[in-house]
């Protein structure tokens, strides 16, 4: 599978439409707080407050397209905080509409009652760096049940996020991180505001998000400004086979330079300056936008790429809780037409991915043994991708600080969106968002059972954010959560991995 393709379906997520969920809501003495620009008016809800669309960052707009982020300009009368800001400019997710304004750089808050200091979790949403906002997830479950307070932010995407160019500098391709950092600092100057404690920040995010999360914890940049780190289906390590060789998440500075360079070029551009008169939603509906779409290294953010920093120990020695989901590919392989995936199209893909080595991949993956072409596809791209990916950078972080992993596995979880027939979704990357967060528009109808698996995985999140331990045995403990199914799991052998690691 190619690269933009990869990316394309990771963009898909998040699945659900913009607006958190802010039940029954009453002006209430609390509702203003003041940050360090100046007041904001929230809403209170019954036991905890929300506040949505404060700016962290002036808008990155005109000449501040492709600068890192600027402080926002101050105001004295409060602020109407009680909607979410813009969505930052994107093409169409799965229920994630498109569109936004470059005007985008807003967080949402939302704080328990009663007095703090409270551990704040910072949430970074995922959707392949291209797709999603902030505002997708309504945070008060983790709030009020786990008593933390709770920050979800936007950051630039896709090529006004990640576009790199020769005259960008050391900032080249990394301006949706430099936002997340931004976002930081905002939450270490005014964490104490909303009942929080700005010493005790635990930076959580998936899929692009987790990957996000995982590259800050290797860069200089963000060392001091989050003191535990929650990976969510996103190791640092992530690689994927195409043409026989590995494509990685991670791009070079120079390599994202070249391609900004003739995108401009085909745009009539000779200069930064130039595309920056462009509308924004002319560039990101180019569709050699898709071209960028992951973080650059060799940049300010990232002086490394974050799989070779974790490898040599260069990231922050903090508690790291890390996991994927049991059957993450189904997803991915759901969203690739055409279905039903037949037994020709599953050949030609592992030729595609492992050239001369598709055989030994085929016998070891044979459609006979999982029900379906489309299954086995999932299956293998589940273990080699995602599970294998998770289990090497838990071993280099377990190397040198505390890392707490775990699997996701309700292979019953409910739908965020439909599959077709011939894939299972069982276990499917993103499954484990409705556990912890309300989805706005969607109802997961929870089983008992199920109900009682989101109360303990708020309970294990939101004690790793208190204490730094989640509850379970480091690593090499590897902890499945299933409905009334909590057990140890050996990880490498479920998916396969020394067969992976034989491979080459």
């Known amino acids: 599978m190619s690269r933009n393709k990869k990316w394309a379906l990771l963009a898909a997520l998040p699945l659900v439409a913009s607006g958190m969920l802010t039940g029954q809501a009453t002006a209430a003495p609390g509702t203003v707080v003041r940050t360090d620009s100046g007041p904001v008016r929230g809403v209170a809800h019954d036991g905890y407050r929300t506040f949505q669309g404060i700016p962290f960052a002036a808008p990155p707009v005109g000449e501040l397209r ?41 967080l949402n808050v939302t704080t328990p009652g009663g007095r703090g200091p409270r551990p704040v979790m910072v949430w970074v949403h995922g959707g392949g760096f291209t797709t999603g906002s902030g505002s997708m997830y ?22 006004l996020g990640f576009y790199g160019h020769p005259e960008l500098n050391r900032d080249s391709g990394a301006f949706g991180l430099q936002d997340q950092v931004a976002a930081l600092q905002w939450v270490r100057r005014n964490a104490a505001a909303f009942g929080g404690d700005p010493r005790n920040v635990t930076l959580f995010g998936e899929s692009a998000g987790g990957m996000s999360t995982c590259g800050l914890l290797t860069s200089p940049v963000a060392a001091g400004l989050f003191h535990r780190a929650i990976v969510q ?3 640092c390590t992530i690689t994927w086979p195409a043409d026989g060789q590995s494509g990685s998440l991670w791009s070079a500075k120079a390599d994202v330079d070249a391609r900004g360079a003739q995108f401009a070029a085909a745009r009539g551009c000779a200069d930064v300056a130039c595309l920056r008169r462009v509308p924004a939603d002319d560039l990101v509906a180019d569709p050699s936008a898709a071209l960028f779409n992951s973080p650059a290294f060799h940049t300010r953010v990232l002086p490394e790429s974050p799989a070779e920093a974790v490898a040599n120990g260069h990231f922050q020695r903090i508690p790291v809780l890390a996991g994927t989901t049991r059957d993450e590919a189904s997803l991915f392989v759901a969203l690739q037409p055409p279905h039903p995936v037949t037994e020709e199209r599953y050949q030609e893909v592992l030729r595609a991915a492992f050239g001369p080595k598709a055989d030994v991949v085929a016998a070891r993956y044979p459609s006979s043994a999982y029900g379906t072409p489309g299954n086995a596809w999932a299956a293998m791209e589940t273990d080699r991708v995602w599970a294998c990916s998770a289990l090497t ?46 989805l706005p528009g969607l109802d997961p109808k929870f089983t008992p059972a199920q109900q009682r698996l989101s ?29 009334d199914a909590i057990k140890p799991v050996d990880l490498g052998a479920e998916h396969q991995c020394g067969f992976w690691a034989g491979l080459g």
């Open 233 to 235: 289906s996103g190791p």
């Open 393 to 438: 950078t838990d071993r280099y972080l377990a190397a040198r600080t505390r890392l707490f992993a775990y699997e996701f596995a309700d292979r019953d979880a409910p739908l965020l969106l439909p599959f077709p027939a011939d894939v299972e979704p069982r276990a499917y990357h993103a499954s484990e968002l409705a556990y912890l967060f309300d």
């Open 455 to 483: 109360e303990r995985m708020i309970r294990y999140w939101t004690r790793f954010a208190t204490t730094g331990d989640p509850g379970w045995r480091q690593f090499p403990t590897v902890l499945s959560l299933a409905p």
């Open 66 to 106: 492709w600068q890192p982020p600027r402080a926002p300009k101050s105001w004295t009368e409060p602020r109407d905080a009680t909607k979410p800001g813009s969505q930052c400019p994107q093409g169409a997710g799965l229920g994630s509409p498109a569109g936004g304004a470059e005007d985008c750089l807003f």
């Open 138 to 159: 309504d945070a008060h479950r983790l709030a009020v049940q786990g008593d933390v307070v709770v920050v979800t932010l936007n950051y630039r995407l896709g090529v």
